[in-house]
């Protein structure tokens, strides 16, 4: 990206969730490039080989917590670690998130209620966590303090055998719209949008395609992957950063007057 | 910030007031060469002295014009990376059982047909880069594309077709294979002179003020500078994936009900 380094974001403090992999972690390194400190969580422990190899890279302004975006102690711990070591939170990233497909009859209750959980209750419980902290903070930069949640495309636009999925990442923009709402009649110095990318190289990707092929839908998963360039007008598949150029932007002060909206990263994807 | 599109070539359309005319000031501060067009010369010619941009009058609403006008530009500046298709009016706009076919159609020519025109002839334009077939094309609807006006119903129309518009053009342009992004700003209530003249000249200036500002749950009106800020990004390489959306930038006027 042609502005890395530029240090917008110098003296704001982020958190996102699922920062270790995928759209999460371009969100961390591109914050980190833009001069801001970041909290990051993610399932794996501490000590595991991927939290310390990318926690090393990462540096002295990043610092890590690992959460379960389902439970609201591990919450209460992230909201701790935050406190303790910044006292203040600007920007929040509701990135966590999982998938599930197959045909709706052939559901559980059990995976549908672990995406409920993960992909929105995860989502609320970050917003309830950290609203009393971004207001408080929110007023000292411009543009306010920044909530931004991950939705998709698939919240948008429904697809086949993927009911459950858009059905959680349609919960994630509306409620992101009751909140932004709420903020601003409020007077509370928080916006609130939502992130709808397409087909993202992430590793939550390879991982559906591979059961897709597991499931005899595709021969590998690179037949998938052409599949899903073919369906985009622009032709190809989104790089993290490109997402993470959207959340920076999202972050910042050009931003100021943008609440309530829903940014759509497809390449065309739900245009058509 | 500065010279994030440096060495792009940028054309603003009705640039000489308004989010237009910020438009002008954010790509120019940020690195662009910067082409406006409109028809008010003397406006355009204390913003070309400002920003260093150039102007070039220009209605867009006239189809016979426009290859000349995209001729000049390729001849000077040999290329064309970033159009913000802006120019628009509601003069003579009034609800459907009032409106004139003369003022409906004035609407419709700019608001519509000059906005196909714009990104028509910037892809054209575009297409040719030296680089291959390159570009950023933002269309200026409105929020009132989702939420119509009884009273200005051209101008509702008009800015929800050009979000069908946008779209149309995003795909063909993924078909051909050109690297030519379009997408639609929808702008809530933005305090432009032309609204701060609305208001003014209201019967009771006050109350009009308290309309405007109260439409948004962020009880303000936006800024021109954030509009183009907006503009700017979408303008940018950090956009490189967003093509065939539509951006409300609206302080949450179109996110749903404000509740009691």
């Given at each position: ?5 530029a ?18 972690l371009?969100c ?21 080989e ?26 209460e ?8 070591r ?6 929040l ?20 209620r ?10 609320f419980?970050?917003v ?10 929110g ?48 007077k ?5 949008n939502?992130l ?9 990707l ?27 007008p ?27 909206a ?11 | ?29 940020d ?20 920003t ?29 990376d ?17 409106i ?6 004035h609407?419709?020519a ?17 297409k ?25 119903v ?13 779209k149309?053009?995003?795909?063909h ?5 050109y690297?030519?992004?379009v997408?639609a700003?929808?702008?809530?209530v ?33 800024r ?37």
């Open positions: 990206m042609s502005n890395l380094g240090q917008r974001l110098t003296g704001r403090v982020a958190f996102v969730s699922g920062g270790l992999r995928g759209i999460g371009a961390v390194e591109r914050f980190l490039a833009e001069g801001a400190q970041v909290v990051l969580s993610d399932l794996d422990a501490p000590d595991s991927l939290a310390r190899a990318t926690l090393d890279r990462l540096g002295a302004n990043a610092s890590y917590v690992a959460a379960n975006v389902t439970r609201e102690e591990d919450w711990r992230a909201r701790a670690l935050v406190a303790e910044h006292g203040r939170l600007h920007i990233v509701n990135n966590a998130g999982t998938d599930l497909t197959g045909a709706v009859e052939t559901l559980s209750m059990r995976d549908w672990r995406i409920m959980d993960i992909n929105v209750d995860g989502v419980l970050g309830r966590t950290f609203t009393p902290l971004l207001a408080e903070s007023g000292a930069v411009k543009g306010g303090a920044s909530i931004i949640n991950v939705s998709s495309i698939m919240g948008l636009v429904g697809y086949s055998e993927v009911s459950a999925y858009n059905a959680s990442k349609g919960a994630v923009r509306l409620f992101t719209k009751g909140i932004a709402i709420e903020f601003a009649l409020k509370l110095p928080i916006r609130a939502s709808h990318p397409g087909f993202v190289v992430t590793p939550l390879r991982e559906g395609f591979q059961r897709w092929v597991d499931k005899g839908v595709a021969a590998d998963p690179q037949v998938l992957v052409d599949a899903m360039c073919a369906q985009t622009m032709g190809r598949l989104a790089d993290p950063a490109e997402l993470a150029s959207a959340a920076f932007f999202l972050a910042g002060e050009d931003s100021a007057y943008m609440t309530g829903e940014l759509v990263i497809d390449g065309g994807w739900t245009a058509q | 910030m500065e010279n994030r599109l440096s060495g792009k070539v940028a054309l603003v359309t009705g640039g000489t007031a308004g989010i237009g005319a910020g438009a002008v000031r954010r790509l120019a501060a690195g662009a060469r910067v082409i406006f067009t409109g028809s008010n010369a003397a406006a355009a010619e204390v913003l070309a002295a400002e260093g941009a150039r102007f070039l009058g220009h209605r867009v609403e006239d189809a016979a014009a426009w290859p000349g006008l995209m001729a000049a530009i390729a001849r000077d500046h040999g290329r064309l970033i159009a913000f298709a802006n120019a628009g009016t509601e003069h003579g706009d009034a609800s459907v059982e009032e004139g076919i003369e003022g409906w159609n609407v419709i700019v608001n519509q047909t000059g906005v196909m025109l714009t990104v028509q002839h910037a892809i054209r334009a575009m040719a880069n030296p680089d291959g077939p390159t570009g950023a094309i933002i269309v200026n609807s409105s929020m009132n594309a989702h939420r119509a006006m009884g009273n200005f051209a101008y509702s129309v008009s800015k929800a077709a050009v979000v069908a518009l946008v149309s053009a995003a795909v342009c993924g078909n051909r294979g690297r030519i992004r997408n700003v929808l702008p809530g933005v305090e432009t002179a032309m609204i701060s003249n609305l208001i003014e000249t209201a019967t009771d200036p006050a109350a009009a003020r308290a309309a405007y500002t109260g439409m948004s749950p962020l009880k303000r009106m936006a021109v500078e954030e509009v183009a800020g907006l503009v700017a990004w979408l303008a940018s390489d950090e956009a490189a994936f967003v093509s065939g959306s539509e951006y409300v930038i609206d302080g949450a006027t179109t996110a749903g009900m404000m509740g009691v």
